[in-house]
């Protein structure tokens, strides 16, 4: 399998974790692709331009990161990332859903800021981060119940935190969300999210 | 079971189709969103403040549209949109996944369009529309694969193209005339009549 891969993407991040978790990685070949350079964006396989995309031994070509997520479950024998059926099956969808909108949002307010300043909106930005609020908020509601599960609703919420953590240094979300800081901090010290820490985003080429 | 809608979102729509497609709809209470009032946003029980949200009866929360379109599919009713195994599954979410994605830069191209002056920037725009155009053409030149049983793929097509077209117009369709047809045969079924908002029609 090969995989279009940027270090500073938390969804190829995702399909990372995902691959170390079910003990695919080593099966997958990595190709340096930087979605914020023109050059590279025309070249890839999804027509959207973005990573991760992952080529299949069948040459299949898929994305987005669930679909991929879900093609690795499904590789590795099926119920280690998505559990097949019933409460376990929504909620770890579901929490993936939610944090992988935490992630589109902060992306949204990274492109924001790089942007001239005088064609910044500082509306849109303040409204992507009172979703982004929102949506820690809906986490710390339930961080009761994450546990040491493996599942892709756990990993990709430990992502978007993490993501979070790095573009906005100064939103001291631990501080109002105790009980998900306390998971958190236990939970991202997992081999697979240790080993796959991002590097910071480029400006746009 | 709830759910959450507004009239024009094509997330929402695909998955009023899915509901209509399998004779659940009747089971569904409709509850429109008027994402431009914040108080009417802010009562969507989705923590993204996004349209569709399905809410169980036993208060389970189910979003983003691919889960909820997949929620309704398993009810018991018409025969399945969304394959659960194999190839078919592959093939349906991965058209569902281009379709999407798509619609995600149409969204982003028409909000950047609708910026107040001075915020605007055309390149932004120019950039979001170059990643539809890509979309549209490998659609166009995979369009034989259309064919075959209705799927949340398919779906999910339809929607993005009804939406594509009411915001930038019928240019599309120049340059791709199996898309045009397969969406112009496609948009004819009733679930894509019954979920149609007005001012497309009129588009």
Known sequence: MRLRYSPASPFVRKVVVAAMETGLDGRIERIATDPMKRKDRDGAPNPLGKVPSLETDDGIEIYDSPVIVEYLDHVAGGNRLIPASGRARWDALRRQALADGILENTILVFIETLRKPDRRSENWIAHNRRVIARAIDALEAEAAGLGEAADIGHLTVAIALDFVDQHFPDQDWRATHPTLARWFDRYRTRLSLAATRLEPASAPG | ?203
Request: aromatic share 4%; charged share 30%; glycine share 6%.
């Open chain 2, 1 to 203: 079971m709830k759910l959450w809608y507004s009239p024009r979102s094509p997330y929402a729509r695909k998955c009023r189709i899915v509901a209509i497609e399998r004779g659940v709809a009747d089971r569904l209470e409709l509850v429109t969103a008027d994402l431009a009032d914040p108080k009417s946003a802010q009562a969507i029980p989705n923590p993204l403040g996004k349209v569709p949200a399905l809410l169980l009866d036993d208060g389970t929360l189910i979003i983003d549209s691919p889960l909820i379109a997949e929620h309704l599919d398993q009810m018991p009713g018409l025969p399945n949109l969304v394959p659960m195994e194999g190839p078919a599954r592959r093939h349906a979410t991965q058209l569902e996944a281009i379709a999407d994605g798509i619609c995600d830069a149409v969204v982003l191209a028409n909000l950047e369009r609708n910026r107040r002056d001075g915020e605007r920037s055309e390149t932004v725009k120019t950039q979001q529309l170059a990643k539809v155009e890509r979309g549209l053409d490998l659609l166009e030149r995979d369009a034989a694969r259309l064919d075959g049983p209705v799927t949340i793929g398919h779906i999910a097509l339809g929607c993005m193209l009804g939406y594509h077209e009411f915001r930038f117009g019928r240019d599309w369709r120049r340059t791709r005339p199996r898309l045009a047809a397969w969406y112009d045969a496609f948009a004819r079924r009733p679930s894509m009549q019954e979920t149609m908002p007005p001012e497309m029609k009129s588009a």
